[in-house]
């Protein structure tokens, strides 16, 4: 047998790499370990059988091959890839992974093109001991480059992952197709599509299916050629549009009946990129964040009456913009909005650092990006944002559109504001595939939250922060559960795939905000029972492009029952519902639950009769210092408000149906109980 070259080392001051050369046959296949490898030609003859790879047979010129043997000492997740710098420029590569001995081969994995420039990386658990091949082949070309074997902490694969069904729907149409959200105020996920003069509902049917409206409307200046984000900004209980265009940003407001839209553009310049709507100021009524290619970020401000008023600059004040991705979550657990924003420009410019902001609760900002440990040059449009590890704490996944300046990282939430970077050994340091779009939410319902990044995979939660890679057949889309059957959906374009489930339990909290914004957008929902923890934080935008479900979804394992749910809404209020029901949609208004009755000196705050017909009557008023007593409908519209302590409202002017009312005391505490109208 023949050895074409032997094994060298090239040391180049103190680095070091082993480089090794393949063999003809697999029967004379090389033993290598991790490092490179530099295969000088593909021209062995023994071709590589079964293909184990994508695109059929072997058809460049002979069929040739080059073959290895690799095997590891413990369990590992391997990567092999060609889409390193020492194949520059990268070139079209192919192979195959074998177990099993020679003349009795079965494929194992394999890749083609999932590299830059059709390069192969190919990432998956191997088991210690066990014997390996590797073969490339010349598919595509015979030339020579250099591949690398990287061994990683071991994530042990999903054994049983959902799975998901394609089903078209010919009907959807609209120039961008990128919305999942409840449209009708019945908290059902429905499809919006939209174009120029048109906005297109398939809205959802709690039967199943969908029913079809096209809503014309008048033309949008600019559409959403970069993001979508929903929400209701003026309270009348039907959700509001707003496109993020390249050149400025239109809003669609809905009428009264949900029936019809009148669009207001601004004449301001705005290379949009991600759109949001937020409380930002926390006054209970939703705001329009920006974010801003070129320039300094822009936003909104609502004046109560449902108008937007522009402003720019404040919040991501970089002269060269560099904003992509913009998320609102509450990092540092203080009940307000906190901004982070996924940069993306190449060069030297200081524009790519990414940028945390803290909410200073005043409707300012403070940048503390680098005292968290979050200023990073990292070139992404988009990071996914949840408790990854269930401690009560929002972690993040900064997901890499490319590695010009490093890949994915993971970094956990230490609670005192900084976060610390765990990503070696996660599974998203081995994780080749690059994506704009990065979100998170728990598709397997086992109570931990995942992560969908690009080319339909789903980094699965172990819980641990590892992370185990599932590919499916779609990219990226708007999510939702489109056949509310408690699992999440994925719409692509005009496909819905649908999720199979499995036998875990979940939830779903669909909120109605009252003295808040309507959606409960800033809310923390936080869930209890067997497993300790688990919180989600109510947004409208998320990843880069997509508008997703505005409901709150948990999956709960194989736990059978839920102790309570805690809803810590904006305005300070928190409702708390006792042993609900599980696999089940709940509605909850706020204020509706109390956390509990203001309690003086053991005297209790309480109203009655309840239900009433004339009169209300409010115990023990007098033991506080009275702000003002409001009274909302179920739409958050305030219908009668007073400064006095009067212990008697008369209500007998209001119609028949369910209301809040509040009380505000002069040190700013809040107290609220539902009541009925009869």
């Known amino acids: 047998m023949k050895i074409k070259k032997t094994t060298y080392l090239l040391i180049l001051g103190i680095l070091f790499s082993q480089f090794s050369f393949g063999q003809d046959t697999c029967a004379g296949a090389l033993n290598i370990t991790t490092g490179l490898h530099v295969v000088t030609s593909v021209n062995g003859t023994d071709v590589p059988t079964p293909i184990c790879a994508g695109n059929g047979a072997i058809t460049h010129g002979s069929p040739a091959g080059e073959w290895y043997i690799y095997t590891p000492t413990q369990n590992y997740n391997l990567t092999i890839t060609t889409d390193i710098a020492q194949n520059t420029p990268r070139i079209d590569t192919r192979f195959h992974v074998y177990t099993g001995n020679c003349g009795a081969l079965v494929c194992y994995e394999g890749d083609d093109d999932s590299g830059a420039n059709f390069s192969s990386v190919k990432t998956f658990p191997v088991i210690g001991g066990t014997t390996y091949y590797i073969a490339f082949d010349n598919r595509w070309s015979s030339a020579g480059f250099t591949f690398q074997l990287i061994e990683s902490a071991y994530v042990p694969p999903i054994s049983n992952p959902v799975t998901f069904s394609p089903q078209t729907i010919g009907t959807i149409s609209g120039s961008y197709q990128i919305c999942v959200v409840d449209l009708n105020g019945d908290y059902l996920d429905d499809i919006v599509t939209v174009s120029n003069t048109n906005v297109q509902v398939h809205y959802q049917q709690s039967g199943g299916g969908f029913t079809l409206s096209n809503i014309p409307t008048t033309a949008a200046t600019f559409l ?76 909104y401000l609502n004046d109560g009456n449902g108008n937007l008023n522009f402003i720019q600059g404040g919040i991501g004040d970089h002269a060269e913009g560099g904003n992509y991705g913009s998320i609102w979550v509450d990092y540092d657990n203080d009940g307000d909005q906190d901004l982070f924003l996924a940069k993306c420009r190449g060069g030297s410019s200081t524009a790519k650092f990414n940028e945390l902001h803290r909410n200073n609760g005043d409707g300012t900002f403070t940048n503390v990006s680098v005292q968290a440990n979050l200023y990073d040059p990292l070139q992404t449009w988009s990071s996914a944002w949840n408790d990854y590890d269930n401690d009560g704490f929002m972690d993040i996944v900064v997901g890499a559109s490319s590695t010009s300046d490093g890949s994915h990282k993971v970094m956990k939430n230490n609670g005192d504001g900084t976060f610390s970077n765990v990503t070696v050994g996660s599974g998203w340091d081995t994780n080749p595939t690059l994506s704009t779009e990065h979100v998170s939410y728990d598709f397997d319902n086992d109570g931990f939250v995942d992560v969908l990044g690009g080319n339909g995979k789903i980094m699965f939660n172990n819980g641990n922060f590892t992370f185990s890679p599932v590919t499916y057949a779609f990219t990226s889309g708007a999510i939702g559960d489109l056949n509310n059957d408690g699992f999440l959906d994925i719409q692509n374009g005009n496909t819905i795939y649908y999720n199979s489930g499995n036998s875990n339990n979940w939830i779903k909290i669909n909120l109605q905000g009252i003295q808040s914004n309507s959606n409960g957008i800033g809310a923390r929902v936080e869930i209890y029972g067997s497993w300790g923890k688990q919180i989600r934080d109510v947004r409208s935008g998320e990843g880069f492009r997509f508008m997703n479900t505005l409901n709150v979804h948990f999956g709960i394992g194989t736990a059978t029952s839920i102790d309570e749910i805690h809803i810590l809404w904006p305005s300070g209020i928190v409702d708390v519902i006792e042993n609900p029901n599980i696999n089940q949609a709940l509605v909850v208004i706020e204020g509706s639950s109390p956390l509990s009755l203001a309690d003086v000196n053991g005297n209790k705050i309480t109203i009655y009769p309840n239900p009433t017909t004339n009169f209300l009557n409010i115990t023990n008023l007098d033991l506080l210092s009275v702000k003002n007593i409001t009274i909302y409908n179920h739409l958050g519209q305030r219908l009668m408000q007073s400064s006095s302590s009067q212990n008697q409202i008369d209500v007998s002017n209001l119609s028949e149906g369910l209301y809040i009312l509040t009380i505000e005391t002069t040190d700013n505490k809040k107290y609220s109980e539902s009541f009925i109208k009869k």
């Open 224 to 299: 959403p050629t970069w993001s979508m984000a929903v929400a209701d900004y003026d309270k009348n209980g039907f959700n509001d549009l707003v496109y993020g265009g390249g050149s400025g940003v239109t809003f669609m407001k809905a009428n009264a009946t949900g029936t019809g839209f009148t669009q207001t553009s601004g004449s301001q310049y705005v290379f949009s990129q991600r759109t949001n709507f937020v409380d930002i100021n926390n006054d209970g009524h939703l705001d329009a964040f920006v974010c801003h290619d070129v320039q300094p970020n822009v936003y």
